[in-house]
């Protein structure tokens, strides 16, 4: 007997399980096609094992330190089954594992989707035996031939991007050799690992949950990201013998405090993750998972519409509405065209929880301010933060303390909020009757859901572990999420969490627009939005813009130009921006209308490379079917121009003035030069802190599907 292989081969992915003749179930390959081969030694094919199970009292076979490799029963699984399905969007593949020692049955499933270099992975685990089984670690992936191509050893070669993300500093990308995060070569494998991981109720707010490990020898990359609105952790390690390992997962005991006790006849499915391989590096896998996340995005109107938003909270009222105040933003807001306006925090009665109208801030009532605010020509919105309630909320009072969150039979407290557990019954009701009330009693078309506080490990209330007890309550979450979409189908609800600190692809994948950040410098969001294409969608990209009543003509176009190529979240003082400021504003916004249809399809590169903080210089190009769109700012910089290379096709068919300043269109001079030949555009930006938005029409001949 030989050992046999499964092959997946198809849109830029190649698969290759390999099975032994003692039923052991390899990863053999996962990458770019086509698989070149390699000779591996007993011990390095030994670590390809395609699943990694832990269960409490279960021995560990290899030397392994902290990294979840030589788990039990993990190693112990052998090959049962495995079964292949067509469908219109792609195909699937699922492999069975069983362990004979305690009838643990293991389900390896892979998703493919037509036209994607990808596949959606999970794990699902059955007990299938007569006893508990105590788990400690379940693998939503694990290879163990992430650097196996080419010649270099894995020091050398391999490169990998993270995504730092924090409050008011969002998605800034850091690219480090992993010897440079203290992954190095010890022996033939060391007890090492690169480990990151999130924990809490906030699964973005110290990295995002999406990374690039990029082979620089062979230009290849393989990319994650982990699909998940709780605790998540992936880690990168060598193995015997200089081989490197990447295994990804939803919570953990060791790191989130997660442990589950399944018993005979359960079953349990691990957090899904998107795992993919192209020929590139961080653009080419970024762009990959923005086709992917269009595809299995819930279909709405709003991606396709992208209507523009006004919210009075930044630069505005801050969290103080009453009438008086609201009237003239509400004014202005219409005359320079939104569609629609949110009334952020501050509109309820006493405190979180109850979201009962304000009886003393609204001239006749909430109603009547929603009444004008529909009278001007714009959909009304509320501001929520319905998994918080307050201490001091009079709805503490009235539920019982099974509604919220607790460890060791106490109440958990962040920022003097209680946390709704949503796996509760009533809680839901509450919920539902909230959100449900609000639409019925004022025709609300637009809700901002936002979420200020981090719960920490989870609760230990009717759960086996802190960690078990959060992952049922992020999953009972999304299930209420999808039945609100599911009865309020045209309902537009944005998702923010104090900014972009929960923006993970399963809250992508339900809510059409994600607040990005809560950046309050103009300067500082326009580096944030310029790099946001490589997580969120442009289409789903929310972003700030908020002049200022001092602001002058360029302090607005910075602005403007921060949002043009995504959502329009406007904010500031516009009644008391200055006459040409607010023509300046309406320019914008007549523009982005003119162009929004366009965004939906629309890939992102970064010419400049992806910005961060540091950043002088930098721009994003947004190509769509009918043209392209350069974003360009600069900020703390002494040169007025700057040589952008734009790798354009056929860049010996355009000259100079086939570019136009689309924004601001008064603007003739921002275009400098352009040289044909290296494909290199210069552009002029007239002091520190400016922005401009270039624009080149396609040749017909060039307009083809994007992505």
């Known amino acids: 007997m030989t050992n046999k292989r499964i092959r997946h081969s198809a849109d830029g992915l190649e698969l290759i399980v390999e099975i032994t003749e003692a039923g052991e179930v390899k990863l053999l390959y996962f990458g770019v096609p086509e698989y ?21 009292g ?25 079964r292949t399905e067509e469908s219109a969007g792609g195909s699937s593949l699922a492999i069975e594992q069983h362990d004979p020692v305690t009838g643990l049955t293991a389900v390896s499933h892979f998703q493919f989707y037509g036209g994607l270099p990808l596949a959606r992975v999970r794990t699902e685990l059955r007990n299938d035996g007569g006893r508990e089984l105590p788990l400690e670690y379940v693998s939503t992936f694990a290879y163990g031939g992430a650097a196996g191509e080419g010649e270099r050893l894995w020091d050398d070669k391999m490169r990998i991007h993270i995504a730092h993300n924090t409050w008011c500093g969002e998605v800034q990308w850091k690219e480090n050799s992993l010897p440079d995060l203290g ?41 994650w990201q982990i699909e998940h609105n709780g605790s998540w952790q992936w880690e990168v390690g060598d193995a015997e013998v200089h081989q490197l390992c990447v295994r990804l997962s939803g919570p953990t005991d060791a790191e989130t405090q997660w442990f589950k006790r399944l018993q005979p006849g359960e079953t349990f499915v691990s957090v899904p993750a998107a795992v993919g391989a192209v020929r590139g590096g961080l653009t080419e896998a970024a762009n990959s998972l923005t086709a992917y996340l269009r ?25 103080d509405p009453t009438t008086e105040k609201l009237k003239p933003v509400v004014d202005a807001a219409a005359e320079a065209g939104c569609e629609i306006f949110c009334i952020d925090a501050g509109w309820y009665e006493d405190s979180l929880g109850e979201w009962l109208p304000s009886t003393s801030r609204f001239e006749e009532g909430l109603g009547a301010m929603i009444g004008y605010i ?5 959909v009304p919105g509320l501001w929520l933060e319905l998994e918080s309630v307050d201490k001091a909320s009079p709805l503490v009072g009235k539920v019982p303390q099974e509604w919220f969150f607790s460890r060791r039979g106490r109440p958990v407290l962040d920022m003097g909020r209680y946390q709704l557990d949503f796996r509760h019954p009533d809680v839901v009701k509450h919920a539902d009757e909230t959100v449900d009330r609000l639409i019925r009693d004022f025709g609300i078309g637009y809700f ?65 627009v994600q607040s990005v950040s809560d950046q309050m410098d103009y300067r500082l969001m326009g580096l944030i939005a310029a790099a946001s294409p490589s997580v969120v969608p442009p289409e789903q990209a929310g972003i700030w813009s908020y002049p200022l009543a001092g602001s002058d003509d360029e302090a607005v176009i910075f602005n403007m130009v921060n949002v043009i190529p995504f959502r329009v979240f406007l904010g500031g003082q516009l009644p008391q921006v200055s006459g040409r400021g607010r023509e300046l504003v309406r320019e914008a916004i007549a523009f982005y209308k003119s162009i929004r249809e366009e ?24 190509e769509t079917d009918n043209r392209y769109l350069l974003a360009v700012w600069r900020l703390d910089d002494e040169r ?6 734009l790798s354009l096709p056929d860049a010996a068919d355009y000259d100079k003035h086939d570019f136009s300043c689309a924004y601001p269109a008064a603007d003739t001079d921002a275009v400098t030069d352009w040289d044909a030949v290296s494909g290199t555009l210069c552009v002029s930006l007239p002091q520190r802190d400016s922005a401009r938005l270039i624009m080149l029409r396609k040749r017909p001949q060039q307009s083809s599907d994007a992505i």
């Not at 279960?58 to 495995?82: C, N, Q, W």
């Not at 299995?296 to 930044?314: G, W």
């Open 36 to 56: 070149a081969g390699q000779e591996l030694d007993a011990k390095s094919y030994a670590n390809r094992r395609l699943v990694e199970v832990q269960c409490t």
């Open 58 to 82: 279960e021995d560990t076979f290899i030397h392994h330190g902290l990294k979840h490799a030589g788990t039990m029963p993990g190693g112990r699984l052998v090959y049962r089954s495995h």
């Open 183 to 223: 992954l190095f070569r010890a022996f033939h494998h060391s007890v090492n690992r690169l480990n990151v991981c999130s924990i809490g109720t906030w699964s973005s707010a110290e990295k995002l949950p999406i990374a690039v490990l990029e082979n620089t020898e062979t230009n290849t990359s393989l990319f």
């Open 295 to 319: 595809t299995v995005r819930r279909r709405n109107e709003d991606n396709r519409k992208l209507p523009v938003i006004f919210n009075d909270f930044m630069h505005c009222l801050w969290g």
């Open 374 to 378: 529909r009278s001007r020509g714009m």
């Open 448 to 512: 901002k859901f936002d979420y200020n506080q981090n719960s920490g490990i989870g609760t230990d209330r009717g759960a086996d572990s802190f960690g078990d007890g959060l992952l049922e309550h992020n999953r009972a979450y999304l299930r209420w999420v999808d039945r609100l979409f599911a009865r309020h189908p045209e309902l537009v609800v944005e998702s923010c969490a104090s900014g972009g600190m929960r923006m993970d692809y399963a809250t992508l994948s339900r809510f059409s």
């Open 599 to 622: 965004l939906p399809g629309a890939v992102a590169s970064w010419p400049l490379g992806l910005p961060t903080f540091a950043s002088r210089y930098t721009c994003l190009l947004l």
């Open 640 to 645: 007025s121009r700057i040589d952008i290379p």
